[in-house]
């Protein structure tokens, strides 16, 4: 769900991550709150767009005695910066904190300052999710330290009536046919569109090049965890490809996480959208903050270049500060059950890592008004057909964000080429990474 894109001051954070384990003592509190009827408040921190607030509700409602105090950070790059902070400070996590797989592989370097959820019945629950996704949240020692919400195949949002003054297809199976192949051909038909209507394809590069390196069996890392980036072939590629697409005219080199609020979703400004499910709840909010409604036109069709992929999904993990740690899990496991991850995907369309909701949103088919009618979750459960996430090391989020962020902005903005930005990207590695 949700791929932070602002994260001033993280590299310093992370920098700090492999002396943690060993100077912080966990300070923990007292455990109970699970079964007692003692008043207690629950604290959560979650970030970008979960759909909890009902939720929390009927929680409040079935739980009389507990209290939920829900903080949402605007971005996961904040919520990375914030939870580290308070990590390296030893104090100030929330009794819940949300984990953005894009950074779990440097929250792993810290692990044991989060409970153990093997302790609170997590493994009773194990066969709920898909298995890479409870893999996941697993560290070396095998201790378990996040219930995993959402995950994040990947269709593609388009605005149909783009696409009709381009004179392409609107109909979504058409899309779909239209759109099916590798990047190349994705790219191909953008330059098509820009070639009618003077216009551009997408947003702008830093979402589509992120979409195109989860796709890879291995990105920026290997599995091994080696550093994946300066003598990639299969990356190097990828980035000209793109690169060959912005030259066109592809990109309107928009920032990301902010479309001219909103009003580019509305304007005409681009035609597409890489969207995993959480992105849904995006567009929709964006298109709404620029004036418009479902009569702009955006859909979603079935369909991404290149095949399966997966952007985003997060954990809720239970600190070792937590002064409640038994009612603070109870709490995280209940929004994690399948019943209420369908919920969840209801409010934000974040698509749900449990078997059991994951079948029954294929299942339903409900069409979304707002996406022209499209069944957003039966199309999410297709495109999570051969989803694996790949291994994020703990640098991760850092090279996305601040090794290529730069350059592909620099790019978009036709202030460099292909090899200029590239070699950018080698340089930021250098310095950022090592």
């Known amino acids: 769900m949700r791929l932070s894109r602002r994260t001033a001051g993280a590299g310093a ?3 700090t991550t492999a002396s943690l384990a060993l100077v912080l003592s966990g300070c ?3 455990a109970g709150g699970g079964d007692s009827d003692e008043p207690i408040t629950l604290t959560i921190t979650t ?7 009902d939720l929390y509700k009927q929680y409040e409602d079935e739980h009389p005695n507990i209290t939920i105090e829900a903080t949402n950070i605007d971005t996961g790059g904040n919520a990375r910066t914030d939870a580290f902070t308070k990590i390296a400070a030893g104090s100030g996590l929330s009794d819940i904190v949300a984990i953005e797989e894009g950074w779990l592989g440097a929250i792993m370097e810290v692990s044991d300052q989060f409970e153990d959820l093997r302790d609170y019945g997590i493994e009773d629950r194990k066969g709920d999710w898909v298995d890479w996704k409870y893999a996941q949240a697993t560290d070396p020692d095998g201790r378990v330290i996040g219930y995993g919400t959402d995950i994040g195949p990947e269709g593609i949002c388009y605005n149909g009536a783009a696409f009709a003054a381009g004179g392409l297809p609107t109909d979504r199976a058409e899309v ?10 994705f790219f191909e038909v953008g330059q098509q569109y820009h070639d009618a209507t003077g216009k551009a394809w997408f947003d702008h590069s830093g979402f589509v090049w992120n979409a195109m390196v989860n796709q890879l069996d291995e990105g920026y890392y290997t599995k091994s965890g080696e550093v994946n980036v300066e003598d990639n072939a299969e990356l190097k590629a990828r980035f000209d490809l793109l690169a060959g697409a912005v030259a066109g005219g592809q990109s309107a080199a928009q920032a990301a996480w902010d479309w001219n609020g909103g009003k580019s979703f509305v304007d ?7 969207c995993p499910g959480w992105m849904l709840g995006v567009v929709q909010g964006n298109v709404e903050a620029g004036g418009g409604d479902a009569s702009t036109g955006w859909d979603f069709a079935d369909v991404f270049p290149g095949g399966a992929a997966n952007w985003g999904g997060a954990f809720l993990s ?3 500060t937590s002064e409640h740690k ?5 709490l995280a496991s209940w929004l994690t059950e399948p019943d209420q991850q369908v919920a969840q995907f209801t409010a934000a369309g974040t698509f749900p890592s449990t078997i059991a909701a994951q079948e029954k949103l294929a299942a339903d088919a ?8 499209a069944p957003a979750g039966a199309i999410l459960a297709e495109r999570a057909q051969g989803v694996v996430a790949q291994f994020k090391g703990p640098d991760d989020s850092l090279i996305q964000e601040n090794v290529f962020g730069p350059p592909l902005q620099a790019l978009d903005r036709g202030e460099t080429d292909a090899a200029g930005a590239w070699q950018q990207a080698i340089d930021l590695l250098h310095e950022l990474v090592g």
């Open 318 to 320: 239970v600190p070792t």
């Open 176 to 185: 779909a046919s239209l759109l099916e192949g590798d990047w190349a051909h």
């Open 47 to 53: 970030f970008g767009t979960f759909g909890y607030d």
């Open 366 to 373: 409900t069409p979304n008004a707002f996406f022209q009618g």
């Open 13 to 15: 954070a992370l920098a």
């Open 326 to 330: 038994e009612a603070a899990a109870a």
């Open 28 to 30: 923990a509190g007292d």
């Open 268 to 274: 005409g400004t681009f035609a597409t959208f890489v």
